[in-house]
């Protein structure tokens, strides 16, 4: 095991606890991603894989409301335009894997900052609106933009083969494809784990609890809230990206308020500010809603229903309602924060 | 895997267990169409329709030996749910034949996912040109009228009944209403008449009357709209307190009056006419007995979706019977070109580019209610086979 059973020296460290199930989550996905290429499974493992992207897209919207204490109801934007730069590059430029993710981040920090300095004037309630309607709008510019399939959407994205120096995978290969969806959630998930531990992230705490005495420390709060926004702007389109590779397609709904708000119920199920909450609870979620929407058509009934009681029973979410729990393990007779 | 048979299947299966046809091995035909948010209606006729001709084929014998099992899912009318319930049906459901979705988005996709999963797709009510045209696909069948054939059937009726009149066109502004207005204006321009005017009001526009002296001045014989819901409920109130109705002849896309928004509309709404590819109204003894049945099951009318799902199941079972076979490869080779028929007539399954061709209707609002005003022959409507991929 990776987790240092030894008690903390001083402090208890809240993310020893978090870094723990983590390593759980990420060992558990690996052990059942081979247990479905030995099966021989293909929806399961497509179904995760896809679990796994909206997850990405749930991590970003946690680097805005667990962090920065800002709530996005728009994020679906960045998910869509990942999503729309590699369905066009790999079906009208070429069918190349790196060049897909190289654009979308091009564009996505370039229309992130532009995005990001409309949505930062602003603050709390207003910031959700802003971030809601700008989304709104570019769903609405999109479903009537006809070179974008309007309200069709693109098909015809190809099966792409992705070379990793090592090794080939095929997107159409469900467990090569779920394998390299899962390094990629694992990787981002250890960057901004380790970026919001750095004092970059420790600011964008700082803002959180009280942004006005930010910079009598010597920070400046709007620098930190534009790079958080480009930077979890840039989570949800490299997430976004790995969609049309999965499906081979894009369509508007992508970048509906459904999906905007899928993420943030997400990441409230999962646990706010945990970084591994919203990969956690996007898989509960994504297998909940296919089980459920087979069993009956008022799905969303249940769902609701579901949502209502997780908030009541562990308003911290899944893994902050099991965090203090594990951290009295991990550091022995210390009390839990 | 839990499997959502509906009790109307269950009941059905029941009832046939005596016969032979359950000791074979169902034939599992999987419908993802949206049973929730704002299509709920449709997906309700899509339903009622596809579970009546499973319980009448099951009643009768099956499909060539073997029962109908329906599986549903919800879509939810977005494409991305779609393509998860279809792959679940393809893979875990291992149904061998899918259909239920609604909007052309969800069709085009799942399309795509039959294709990669080697299995065929029908739909039964989206209507846009592309999915039997240009973004054609050899794994999916329309067995209903696309928009197209509604329009041509609606400009061969305005050519015979007006002929070489003016007629001014307004369409609410987005993609859709856009191209059904240069389909309808392609068509009748065709037929001889002539364009006096063009407008796009927003979508959920509040006052038309800023366009009404446009609409005067041009002094058309005909109005032709693709406004629909409760945008077609202000159009034509306000031009009847406008008294611009007086002399007018109002055509329109078949989403414009429907039996939803006709009660809203009122008299405004009667000499509406429009083309369709079905309308309870049909009077041979096959609709007949349908809507009797129909109505004695369900306690509604079924409209044109739960028509043309009804006759969905029975162009299935005349390509398995046909073919000899469930295999992908001999029912669509079986599929190709056949006849079959359904409470609108005979159809027929264009091989060029999967498209049925069907007799249209073309119908006007009298007394609250749709009357068919006349009908066009099959071939008139189809217009020429744009697929080029298979």
């Keep these: 095991m990776l987790i240092d059973r030894a008690p903390a020296p001083t402090l208890p460290r809240a993310r020893d606890a978090v870094h723990a199930i983590a390593v759980l989550f990420f060992t558990a996905a690996l052990a059942l991603g081979a247990l479905g290429w030995w099966a021989g499974d293909s929806f399961y493992l497509r179904l995760a894989t896809e679990a796994l992207i909206f997850a990405g897209l749930a991590m970003s919207v946690d680097i805005l409301l667990g962090y920065t204490g800002l709530l996005s109801l728009g994020q679906a934007l960045w998910f869509g335009v990942g999503a729309y730069t590699s369905a066009v590059i790999l079906r009208d430029v070429a069918a190349s894997f790196w060049l897909a993710m190289g654009a979308t981040l091009v564009v996505t920090t370039l229309a992130g900052t532009v995005g990001g300095l409309i949505a930062n004037r602003v603050k709390g309630v207003y910031f959700a609106l802003i971030t809601f309607g700008l989304a709104q709008v570019v769903a609405k510019v999109v479903y009537n933009t006809r070179e974008l399939g309007a309200s069709d959407g693109l098909i015809g994205v190809?099966?792409?083969?992705?070379?990793?120096?090592?090794?080939?995978?095929?997107?159409?290969?469900?467990?090569?494809?779920?394998?390299?969806?899962?390094?990629?959630?694992?990787?981002?998930?250890?960057?901004?784990?380790?970026?919001?531990?750095?004092?970059?992230?420790?600011?964008?705490?700082?803002?959180?609890?009280?942004?006005?005495?930010?910079?009598?420390?010597?920070?400046?709060?709007?620098?930190h809230r534009m790079l958080a926004y480009v930077l979890a702007a840039n989570v949800a389109a490299l997430a976004g990206a790995l969609y049309p590779m999965l499906r081979g397609f894009v369509s508007p709904e992508l970048l509906f308020f459904q999906t905007s708000g899928n993420a943030v119920i997400t990441v409230i199920v999962g646990g706010v500010g945990t970084l591994i909450g919203p990969v956690v609870g996007s898989v509960l979620l994504t297998a909940l809603r296919s089980v459920v929407g087979t069993w009956t058509e008022h799905h969303l009934i249940v769902i609701g229903v579901l949502f209502m009681l997780s908030v009541v029973v562990m308003p911290k979410g899944l893994v902050g309602a099991v965090r203090p729990w594990l951290q009295r393990r991990l550091s022995g007779s210390e009390s839990p924060r | 895997m839990t499997r959502m048979t509906t009790a109307a299947v269950t009941a059905a299966l029941l009832l046939t267990a005596s016969t032979a046809a359950l000791a074979a091995e169902p034939i599992r035909v999987g419908v993802v169409t949206p049973l929730s948010g704002t299509y709920t209606p449709i997906g309700q006729q899509v339903r009622w329709g596809l579970e009546l001709a499973a319980k009448e084929i099951n009643a009768a014998g099956g499909v060539a030996g073997r029962p109908l099992e329906l599986m549903f899912e919800d879509e939810e009318a977005n494409p991305a749910v779609a393509v998860q319930k279809a792959e679940k049906l393809f893979q875990v459901g291992k149904v061998d034949f899918l259909t239920g979705t609604v909007n052309s988005g969800s069709t085009l996709a799942v399309?795509?996912?039959?294709?990669?999963?080697?299995?065929?797709?029908?739909?039964?009510?989206?209507?846009?040109?592309?999915?039997?045209?240009d973004k054609c696909s050899p794994n999916v069948f329309r067995v209903n009228a696309r928009a197209g054939q509604q329009s041509a059937a609606l400009a061969e009726w305005?050519?015979?009944?007006?002929?070489?009149?003016?007629?001014?066109?307004?369409?609410?502004?987005?993609?859709?209403?856009?191209?059904?207005?240069?389909?309808?204006?392609?068509?009748?321009?065709?037929?001889?008449?002539?364009?006096?005017?063009?407008?796009?009001?927003?979508?959920?526009?509040?006052?038309?009357?800023?366009?009404?002296?446009?609409?005067?001045?041009?002094?058309?014989?005909?109005?032709?709209?693709?406004?629909?819901?409760?945008?077609?409920?202000?159009?034509?109130?306000?031009?009847?307190?406008?008294?611009?109705?007086?002399?007018?002849?109002?055509?329109?896309?078949?989403?414009?009056?429907?039996?939803?928004?006709?009660?809203?509309?009122?008299?405004?709404?009667?000499g509406f006419v429009t083309g369709v590819g079905y309308s309870p109204e049909i009077d041979t003894p096959a609709n007949k007995a349908f809507v009797k049945a129909f109505t004695a099951a369900y306690g509604k009318d079924p409209d044109l979706y739960g028509a043309d799902s009804y006759g969905?199941?029975?162009?299935?079972?005349?390509?398995?019977?046909?073919?000899?076979?469930?295999?992908?490869?001999?029912?669509?080779?079986?599929?190709?070109?056949?006849?079959?028929?359904?409470?609108?007539?005979?159809?027929?399954?264009?091989?060029?580019?999967?498209?049925?061709?069907?007799?249209?209707?073309?119908?006007?609002?009298?007394?609250?209610?749709?009357?068919?005003?006349?009908s066009v022959p099959g071939e008139a409507a189809i217009g020429p086979d744009a697929c080029t991929k298979f």
């Design chain 1, 158 to 223: 190809p099966e792409i083969t992705i070379p990793l120096g090592f090794a080939t995978v095929d997107a159409a290969n469900p467990a090569g494809f779920f394998l390299l969806v899962l390094a990629l959630v694992a990787l981002l998930y250890a960057g901004l784990a380790y970026l919001m531990d750095a004092p970059f992230g420790r600011t964008l705490i700082a803002i959180r609890a009280n942004e006005k005495r930010v910079p009598f420390l010597g920070f400046n709060p709007l620098v």
């Design chain 2, 111 to 133: 399309g795509q996912v039959a294709e990669r999963n080697d299995r065929l797709i029908a739909t039964t009510v989206s209507f846009a040109d592309s999915i039997t045209a």
């Design chain 2, 158 to 270: 305005l050519s015979k009944e007006k002929p070489k009149s003016k007629v001014f066109y307004l369409g609410p502004d987005y993609e859709m209403g856009r191209s059904t207005v240069a389909a309808f204006k392609k068509a009748a321009t065709d037929k001889g008449s002539a364009e006096v005017g063009e407008v796009f009001a927003p979508l959920d526009n509040k006052d038309y009357s800023q366009y009404f002296g446009q609409l005067r001045a041009s002094r058309p014989a005909v109005l032709y709209t693709s406004v629909a819901g409760n945008d077609t409920v202000r159009l034509l109130s306000q031009m009847e307190e406008y008294g611009l109705l007086k002399n007018l002849l109002v055509v329109g896309a078949s989403g414009t009056v429907t039996s939803q928004n006709i009660g809203a509309i009122g008299k405004a709404a009667e």
């Design chain 2, 312 to 374: 969905l199941l029975y162009f299935y079972k005349a390509a398995v019977e046909k073919a000899g076979a469930t295999d992908t490869a001999s029912v669509r080779k079986a599929m190709e070109g056949i006849q079959w028929a359904t409470p609108q007539g005979t159809k027929t399954m264009r091989a060029g580019d999967h498209q049925a061709v069907q007799d249209m209707y073309a119908v006007r609002v009298t007394g609250g209610k749709f009357t068919i005003v006349g």
